[in-house]
DNA sequence: TTGTATGCGTTATCAT
DNA sequence: ATGATAACGCATACAA
């Protein structure tokens, strides 16, 4: 491998000049500067960055750990993470973890030196995993429990989205509105059904468990929520899927058994994923800006690298919006070309 | 930042015996093991990374650069390439490339020093890409054109693929058939559209330029392509699209204009997304090992970081499947639980 | 404007 | 079994 040494040999100039053309001073005569430039073509060098940022205790990376999401999610979020970094100067070190809790620590371990900082979306495991990690380390919690800790975070207004979806439902006239909820053990999931409860209990209905079904935030297991809510006597008229896919697979599930949307039975998901216009019937669902959940994770976290000294912990929530399509039965403003 | 120094002070044992702990040489009494183990806990210390890979050089992370893809498919990718990187002991450090070329020069150069290999996407652009940087460092390619290059790559049976469901329809009575094509410029999409008119011509069928119509592998693009084709006369009598995506803005588009399918029109997709058998009616398509192209590519990554020296160049491409669904109007066996 | 020398945090080599 | 020290590739303070 061609080093700074090999570059500042054939140019008959110190490695420390040719280590402040590529760094940027702009100290050296444009003479000298152009026969560096050249050899180092030649060569195809590169600088190191390992031996860089050793030196400049500075990566320019961002560690991203997040949890084996499903599809769309992950995707969007991880090009609004990637577009942030990228615009800050920084790249992303991505890893998913499988395995809960103790992968996730061994992983922050194992970003020692090779990262800046971290997100860490931890949705199912206490964000109390940051015990055991390097100190002096800046995090940023996405989409988790923050109860307890000091730490940065970008959350969703789940629950008042979700409170959104359903209240419009019942001033559709629903009474018996059933939930496909997400995984057990996940932060926005439990947020969403939070949200689904209280919209129930403003208009003085009881939650009742028999319309709480679990889900898994997958289209399978929507589909098969969506079968066991139909054997339910009397039947929900209206099904609120605390995601998409689910949502689309109850919908599946529904045309099957030949219940009619929304006429027989409303539908409505959360996300707002590209594909939700595009079914039949077009599917109502709570927007969320998933590209800009992992920007601004991206903004707080170089801020917090930037002033590396304590400060009081930054909390966000970024903000859904009630997408109303003919799903879920409202007298819908037609379908906008898209 | 607390370094081996520190724990080797506190333990009372030099940097060495601390080095040999943590790098796994079996050489340390238990004793004196323990003891700087707790003492490294305390201090929250995790070796360094960068220092570390500087003198082994060897990163353990894998550079993946990708186009800016669109959503299932980046994320199924992704799936593949993490899960096989980790069990082979790597993390992968992720790039999404926004402006073509320039771009990926620049990127790959960045990675220099951070990686130990890297996994190029570049469907859009040439894969001589890789002049500029440099040499020495494996690079495998995904999904690209690898004309005059030694460079390692995987590839999807794009073209074959293409022919056998192009080839179904036909068996299914269809002379008339449309295509929508993928984004111009990217080779999955060429590959595609030669496999198409391969089928044709197999059947006798002359290809037709006013049956081939532009697409960019989104729903919108999907979307209004079929519209054009609806305009036609006499109409496609079927539509396979380069991709799911486009099939399902396909079907959204047909289904507004009153056109049944499959009685009406045939639609066939390309990828089989997850979501590809809960649309309306259920979407044939064929079926891309996503995740495998992903772990195949990083397996044979590390096959060449492993001999490093030179090496004929491995060219594999991961087999496709043709899945019939309901949406092609073939006599269906019916539609499997998810 | 350029060169010399030091050190970043770690592992490898050679002693002991 | 453990310690001392050189090296990894580079950036920077200081000298020239």
Request: charged share 25%; hydrophobic share 40%.
């Amino acid at each position: 491998m061609v080093t700074i040494k090999d570059v500042a040999r054939q140019a008959n100039v110190s490695v420390a000049t040719v280590s402040r053309v590529f760094s940027g001073a702009n100290v050296v005569r444009e003479e000298t500067s152009k026969r560096i430039r050249d050899v180092a073509a030649k060569l195809r060098y590169a600088p190191h960055g390992g031996a860089r940022s050793l030196i400049t205790s500075k990566t320019h990376t961002l560690g991203v750990l997040l949890p084996d999401l499903y599809g769309e999610f992950f995707s969007e979020v991880i090009r609004g993470i990637d577009l942030a970094a990228r615009q800050g100067g920084y790249h992303i070190l991505v890893s998913r973890s499988y395995e809960g809790r103790g992968e996730i620590e061994e992983t922050m371990r194992a970003m020692r030196g090779r990262v800046d900082g971290v997100l860490l979306m931890s949705p199912d495991v206490d964000a109390d995993s940051l015990r055991n990690v390097p100190s002096n380390l800046p995090v940023v919690l996405v989409c988790s429990a923050t109860r307890g800790s000091q730490t940065d975070s970008v959350t969703i207004q789940n629950s008042r989205g979700a409170r959104q979806m359903v209240s419009h439902l019942i001033s559709l006239g629903h009474r018996r509105i059933a939930i496909i909820k997400g995984a057990s053990g996940n932060y926005d999931a439990a947020e969403r059904l939070r949200g689904y409860r209280a919209a129930l209990r403003d208009a003085g209905i009881t939650p009742l468990r028999e319309l709480e079904r679990d889900g898994d935030f997958t289209e399978a297991g929507g589909y098969a929520a969506a079968g066991e809510l139909l054997a339910i006597s009397p039947r929900p008229t209206a099904i609120f899927a605390a995601n998409d896919s689910m949502a689309i697979g109850a919908l599946s599930a529904l045309r099957e058994a030949g219940v009619i949307v929304p006429k027989d039975m409303a539908v409505a998901g959360f996300d707002d994923i590209p594909l939700a216009r595009y079914m039949d019937p077009p599917l109502s669902s709570v927007k969320v800006p998933i590209s800009n959940l992992g920007a601004r994770a991206v903004e707080i976290l170089l801020q917090g690298i930037a002033q590396k000294n304590g400060h009081p912990p930054r909390r966000e929530r970024v903000a859904t919006e009630l997408v109303i399509r003919s799903s879920c039965g409202a007298p819908s403003a037609g379908r906008p070309p898209p």
